[in-house]
C-alpha cells in the first residue's frame, strides 16, 4: 500500500479543511434520502417502511464500517480513505440508478444502503486524525469544521434532488436519472478531496502551539478496554439519542404540541422547523466544537448533557404554552446533538493522543448507531401507545421526554467519571524523526 501524502514545506493546513468538507458535504446527502422516499413508494409501489430501509442500512453500515474499517484508514492514510469513500458512495447511487431503472427494488437498497452505506462510514472518519494533527491548537475547530459538513449536506442536497426529480420526473426513469447524476456529480466532488488532502510532517509542529505528537498516546485496541472509552461511549449515545429523537419527528412533534391552540402549525411551518432545526444541527457543530477550545472538553458536555436536560424539561413543562419558547429549545437541543458529534474526537484527542484517534473514533461510533435505533423507537413507540390510550397533543411525548431527560443525566454523569487515561495503556512514544505516518494519517 502506497504512503499517504505528506505536505511540502510551505503546505498551508487550511487547505486541509476544505478537503474534508468535500468529502462530509457529499456524504451529509444521506440526511436528505427523505426527498425520494414518495416517489420511489409512488413508482415502484413501497410502503413507508420499506422506503426507509436503504437509509437504515446506510445508518447501520455507517457505524459498521467506521467501527471496523478504521485502523485501516489509520494505517494507510486519508487519501486512500477519501477514495474509498468516494467510489463506494458513488457506486452506491450508480447501483441504485439501475436498480430504478429496472424496477428492482433490493438494487437500492444493496446500493445506497450497504455499498453507500459503507462509503458513509469511512468517509466520515477519513479526515479525523489528521485536521487534529493539522490543529493541534485549535482540535475542535477543525474538527468541527469537517464534521459541519456533514450535517449541512442535506441543506444542498434536498433542494438539488427535488429539482431533478422535478425536472426528469418522479417515475422510475426519473428517479434512476436522479440517481445517475447524483452518483456522478458527487465522484467529481470528492474527488477535489482526494487531491487536496495531505498528512503533516512528521519532524516538527506543524503550528505554534502543542505538538501533535506529544503527551499520551493510546493504540484503538487499548483504548475500547479502558473506561474512558465505555463512558464516552455512553456520553455520545445519550447524547443522540436525546437530540435525534426530536430531530426524526420534528415535523409531527411541533403539530402535535400545538394541534389545539388557536393557531395550529401548518405544513408548510413544519417543514420550516425542520429546516432550522437542521441549520441549529449544522451551527452547533462548529460553534460549539470551537468553543470546547476554550473551556474544555468535559465542560462542554456538561453544558450539551446538563442544558439539554433542563432544557427538555421546560418543554415537558412549558412546550405546549408558547410555539417561540418550543421552537427556541428544540434549536438548542439540536445544536447540542450537533456539537456533541463535532466535539467528540478532540475528545478522544485529548484522553488517547493522535496515535489511532480515527480508528478509536469509528469504534466509538457505534453508539451512533444504537442511538439512531434507540431515540426514534423510544419517541415514536411511546407516542403510538399513548394514542391508542386516547391522548393527543403534547401529552403523547411527555413520557418519552422524562425518559430523555434520565437518559442525559446517565450521560452528564458518565461524563464526570472520565478520569485521564492510566500509563499501563500508553505506547511508547515515537523517536525523532521516526516514520509513524502510517499510524497516523486518518
Known sequence: MSSPPVAPRGW????????????HLSIGQAYAWSVFKPPLESALGLDGTQSALPFQLAIVMLGLSAAFGGTLVERNGPRWAMTVALICFSSGFLISALG?????????????????????????ISPVSTLIKWFPDRPGMATGIAIMGFGGGALI???????????????????????????????????????????????????????????????ARSAVRTPQFWCLWLVLCMNVTAGIGILEKAAPMITDFFADSSTPVSASAAAGFVALLSAANMA????????????????????YLGVGAVTYLIIALFGDSSKPLFVLCALVILSFYG??????????????????????????????????????????????????????????????????????????????????????????APKEGADVDRHQSA
Open 339 to 428: 456539537g456533541g458529534f463535532a466535539t467528540i474526537p478532540a475528545y478522544l484527542k485529548d484522553l488517547f493522543g493522535t496515535y489511532e484517534v480515527g480508528a478509536i473514533h469509528g469504534r466509538l461510533l457505534t453508539a451512533w448507531s444504537t442511538a439512531g435505533v434507540l431515540g426514534p423507537l423510544i419517541v415514536n413507540w411511546i407516542a403510538d401507545r399513548q394514542e391508542e390510550a386516547g391522548k393527543h397533543g403534547s401529552s403523547l411525548y411527555g413520557l418519552s421526554f422524562s425518559i430523555m431527560i434520565g437518559l442525559l443525566v446517565v450521560g452528564f454523569v458518565a461524563n464526570e467519571l472520565v478520569r485521564p487515561v492510566h500509563s499501563k495503556h500508553h505506547v511508547p
Open 100 to 124: 430504478a431503472q429496472t424496477e428492482q427494488y433490493w438494487l437500492i437498497v444493496l446500493g445506497y444502503g450497504f455499498v453507500g452505506g459503507i462509503g458513509l462510514g469511512i468517509g466520515y
Open 284 to 303: 452547533g457543530r462548529i460553534g460549539w466544537s470551537s468553543t470546547s477550545d476554550l473551556i474544555g472538553r468535559k465542560n462542554i458536555y456538561r453544558v
Open 12 to 23: 498551508s493546513r487550511w487547505l486541509v479543511p476544505p478537503a474534508a468538507l468535500s468529502v
Open 157 to 219: 442536497a434536498s433542494p438539488w434532488s427535488a429539482q431533478m426529480l422535478e425536472s426528469f420526473g418522479s417515475d422510475h426513469s426519473g428517479i434512476a436519472l436522479a440517481f445517475l447524476v447524483h452518483g456522478l456529480s458527487y465522484a467529481v466532488f470528492m474527488t477535489l478531496g482526494v487531491l487536496l488532502v495531505r498528512v503533516p510532517r512528521t519532524e516538527k509542529p506543524v503550528a505554534s502551539g502543542p505538538s501533535a505528537f506529544e503527551g499520551v498516546q493510546v493504540s
